[in-house]
Every structure is written in C-alpha cells, then in structure tokens.
C-alpha cells in the first residue's frame, strides 16, 4: 500500500482521508488547525509540521484546501510539494481551483518527474461520508490509471476527462449547474409555502420527476428543516463561481445564470451567512430587501 499523504481535512477531506485509512494506505496529515485532524490521529494516522514534511515522506499527495491562492502556496512555494516530493511520487489537487493553475502545476511537477492531477469533486459531506463522490480528472492518462486505486477509495463515478485542467474546467460546468438549479430548488420550496401547500409533500411529488435533482433531494429537506449546516460552504461557492465566470469571460461565453447566482450568493455573504451551506439561498430569496 502506498503511503498518502493528505493535506487539509476540512468537511470533506476527513472522510476521504479515512476511507484511504480504512483500505489499508499509511496515512499522513497536514491541515492548518491541527484540531481537524484529531480524529484521524487517533485512529493512527500520522501528524505532519508542514507540506514539506508530507512530501517527503509520502508517495501519493492528495491535498483539499480552500483557495488558488492555497493551492499556489502548498505546490509551488519553496517550502511546496514540488520542491520537496520524491521523483516518481503523484500529486493530485482534489481543490476546486483554476485551471490554468492546474496546467502550471502539471507542467513545474513533471520537470521533476512527478506526476500531477487535478481531481476535484462533487457530492459534497454526504458524497465524502460515504465514499460516493463524482470524481473529474485532469493530466496524463497513465497517471490517472496509475491513480485510479485510490480514486475508488472515495468515489464510484470518476471519469478522466483529459490533459491537465481538464478535470478543473469540468468542475466549473458542476458548479454551474449547481448555481441555477439551487435558486431553482429554493425558489420552488419558496413558492410551495406562499401557496399553502405542505412542502414536504411538493417535494415527495417533484423529485422524482423531470424537476428531481441531487439539490432537491438531499438539501431540499434540510431547508424545510430549518438545517443551514456547511456541506459546502457559501464562501466556497463563491470562490467556485469567480473561477468558472473568470474563465467564460476569457472564452467568450455568455452565463446570464451563473452571474445572477453569484450576485445573489454575495448578497448572502453580506447577510454573514458565508459559512453556512449552499442551500441557504434560501434565506436570501425569503428576504426580499
């Protein structure tokens, strides 16, 4: 089993760091508030200082982390994982991040003989919880099937999409989706109250029908529960959706829906709801001001 090294265990990546535990791989961990790691050590992974320190020790790196700007730090900083990793080890950034940031990496990585991916997800807590999540893969196909093990660790649909950036770009057409059809489930959940219809049943009616989405039925119930709780957080929507309006704006695509959404979810933030879960749109569109 190779020896991985995971950096930055937030929501999503302890439990694809566990699932990698539970299949036998050494595990190393590095997150910046130590505190988010503790149940991984105590079930016997290992405490790294820095990046640096998991490059050195580790095969296979997987990092999570939350902006480019991390990213950029934790590859390519002198301290980075490029600097320090052992020739032949793989690199694989699961961050929803740039993709021109992806290719850059790719190409500073495999002059040292390194093998760099970008693989970011979706499926969200629920997907990382139960090893389920959408896998989108960008760089050198050996690679990916080099890699494809522990993929499978953590996900059932991963897809190797193409050269490196290519798992980035696929990303962005996620987030979206996501970004219309969350302030379409919010907006239905919205009409079906003003109506006096009993959510829950409007729900039971349309998810399973040409409206049904993953949205709709797993966040669908937890804003009729009043459950605002980070699947995903808002501020890293945010994020997501600069990434993906930056690169239309370079391609000369149009996304009148992707900049409505964006507008609304900064509006959000301004609300302090920035660390809440995507499905909290539905508090701004319930306040009208």
């Known amino acids: 089993m190779q020896t ?3 950096i930055g265990t937030g929501v999503m990546g302890k439990s694809m760091a566990g699932h990698l535990m ?5 595990v190393h961990v590095y997150t910046r508030t130590k505190e988010k790691a503790e149940d ?32 950029e730090e934790v590859y390519l900083g002198a301290d980075g994982l490029i600097a320090h990793a052992k020739e032949g080890s793989y690199l694989i950034d699961m961050t929803t991040s740039s ?31 139960d090893a389920k999540l959408s896998i989108m893969v960008g760089g050198k196909e050996s690679a990916f099937n080099d890699m494809k ?46 109506a006096g219809l009993n959510p829950e049943k409007v729900l039971k009616s349309i998810e399973s ?19 605002f709780a980070p699947g995903f957080y808002v501020k890293h929507f945010i994020k997501d959706m600069t990434i993906a309006l930056n690169s239309a704006e370079e391609m000369g695509l149009l996304t009148p829906g992707l900049s409505l959404a964006k507008k609304l979810y900064d509006e959000l933030a301004e609300m302090g709801e920035e660390n809440s879960g995507t499905h909290a749109l539905y508090k701004r569109l319930a306040n009208r001001g």
Not at 22 to 26: D, S
Not at 166 to 190: D, F, Y
Not at 212 to 222: A, V
């Open 149 to 194: 093990p522990v993929f499978s660790k953590m996900g059932t649909n991963i897809v190797y999409q193409g050269e490196a950036g290519a798992g980035q770009h696929t990303k962005m057409c996620n987030q979206i989706a996501i970004a219309s059809g969350m302030m379409g489930v919010c907006e239905a959940i919205l009409y079906a109250e003003k």
């Open 40 to 71: 991984l050590l105590e079930k016997g992974a290992v405490w790294a200082d820095t990046p640096k320190e998991i490059a050195t020790n580790c095969d296979v790196i997987i990092t999570m982390v939350g902006y480019p700007k991390d990213v």
């Open 4 to 6: 991985v090294g995971f």
């Open 99 to 129: 993709p021109q940031l992806a290719q850059k990496i790719e190409r500073t990585a495999a002059e040292r003989n390194i093998s760099a991916l970008d693989a970011p997800v979706s499926g969200g807590d629920i997907g990382a919880r």
């Open 209 to 227: 029908g040409a409206a049904g989405s993953w949205n709709l039925s797993n966040l669908g119930p937890r804003i009729l529960k009043g459950d």
């Open 22 to 26: 539970n299949a036998g791989h050494p």
